[in-house]
């Protein structure tokens, strides 16, 4: 069994929508939880980080940690055309020594 | 703005040749990263280094192996390309200590072995 599981989708939503981006993991020892976005044919790139459990925002996304039930979310309110990319949920904790584990990614698509 | 660029968007290559792929880092980095990414297996961790002339295997080393002689720059190496190794492969680098393990990647290098 993976250490990371990812909600693996494809997801496809209207323009506007609200949109849930979920992850459970095994390895009590993480500590630090990030969402990423990978555009097509372009390498991923640092959303969000968030450390231990609650809640993050920034903007139209928020990102949510449960640690006492291994369950980060990552929500997208009025979701863009522009917010159709894959996303990975990564984890790490602070022995990992640089490394981080990742989800295998669910690709959102964001139709006008 | 952290740079991490790779030498290649795209590489075409035949069967048995040796291949490198480039990457360089300019935010002093001491961590850096080669993973492959295919559709349904994610990003697979290949080699780690975390220091110059330091490496560590990742989850998927054999058929690859890496070279780090300077800070700046990580190499991946193919010995011998096979068709299996046709796949995205991504650089990424992070600072030490953090804890936050916050990587910064490269925009890819597609990798065609026929």
């Known amino acids: 069994q993976k250490e990371v599981e990812q909600d693996p989708g494809p997801l496809s939503v209207p323009e506007g929508a609200i949109v849930s981006l979920n992850c459970t993991y095994s390895n009590s020892a993480f500590q630090y939880f990030m969402w990423y976005r990978q555009y097509s044919r372009k390498g991923p790139e640092l959303l969000m980080y968030?450390?231990?459990?609650g809640n993050k925002e920034d903007g139209r996304f928020t990102a949510q940690v449960d640690k006492s039930s291994k369950y980060i979310s990552l929500f997208i309110r009025d979701s863009q055309p522009s917010d159709s990319a894959t996303y990975l949920c990564a984890m790490s904790a602070s022995t990992n020594a640089g490394k981080s584990t990742f989800g295998d990614g669910t690709t959102l698509t964001v139709k006008p | 703005d952290v740079k991490v660029t790779q030498s290649s968007r795209y590489l075409v290559k035949r069967t048995g040749e040796k291949v490198f792929l480039e990457c360089v880092q300019d935010?002093?980095?001491?961590?850096m990263f080669w993973y492959r990414q295919d559709p349904g297996l994610g990003l697979r961790l290949i080699y780690f280094?975390?220091?110059?002339?330091?490496?560590e295997k990742g989850d998927i080393p054999e058929g690859y192996s890496v070279s780090r002689e300077k800070k700046e720059r990580f190499s991946l190496i193919l010995e011998s390309a096979s068709t299996n190794q046709t796949s995205m492969y991504l650089c990424?680098?992070?600072?030490?200590?953090?804890?936050?393990?916050?990587?910064?990647f490269g925009a890819g290098t597609r990798l065609s072995v026929l």
């Open positions: 990424a680098s992070s600072p030490r200590g953090s804890g936050k393990n916050i990587q910064y």
């Open positions: 935010m002093d980095h001491e961590n």
């Open positions: 280094s975390y220091d110059v002339k330091m490496k």
């Open positions: 968030t450390y231990s459990s």
